[in-house]
């Protein structure tokens, strides 16, 4: 089994920070991209940062120079730091993985989502 858990969302006002962590725990092998995705209320779930196994990042245009993926292989663990929020930033965010399992099965997980919530 993989999980895919998510936190540090939350309420802050506009102009504020949040940093998102996504853990991955289970059989995992290797993990080759992970990848935030968000989904504001009423609309459809996209993209807003990957980041490759070798550390090559592709951000969403309304997020480039304000949010920052990385990642830790050691730990499993990806993250989002997120600056300069506004309010049309608020929705779920989720925490998505391309991984190898212990098994030899190359497979994609999503997290169950973090909410993030920006103030005006």
């Known amino acids: 089994q993989v999980q895919l858990v998510e936190s540090g969302g939350g309420l802050v006002q506009a102009g504020g920070s949040l940093r998102l962590s996504c853990a991955a725990s289970?059989?995992?092998?290797?993990?080759?991209?992970m990848t935030w995705y968000r989904q504001a209320p009423g609309k459809q779930r996209k993209l807003a940062a990957t980041i490759t196994s070798t550390g090559n990042t592709n951000y969403a245009d309304d997020v480039k120079g304000r949010f920052t993926i990385s990642r830790d292989n050691a730990k499993n663990t990806g993250y989002l730091q997120m600056n300069s929020l506004k309010p049309e930033d608020t929705g779920v965010y989720y925490c998505?993985?391309?991984?190898?399992?212990?098994?030899?099965?190359?497979?994609?997980?999503w997290g169950q989502g973090t909410q993030v919530t920006v103030s005006s």
């Open positions: 289970g059989s995992i092998f290797n993990i080759d991209s």
């Open positions: 998505n993985a391309d991984l190898r399992t212990t098994w030899g099965s190359f497979r994609n997980y």
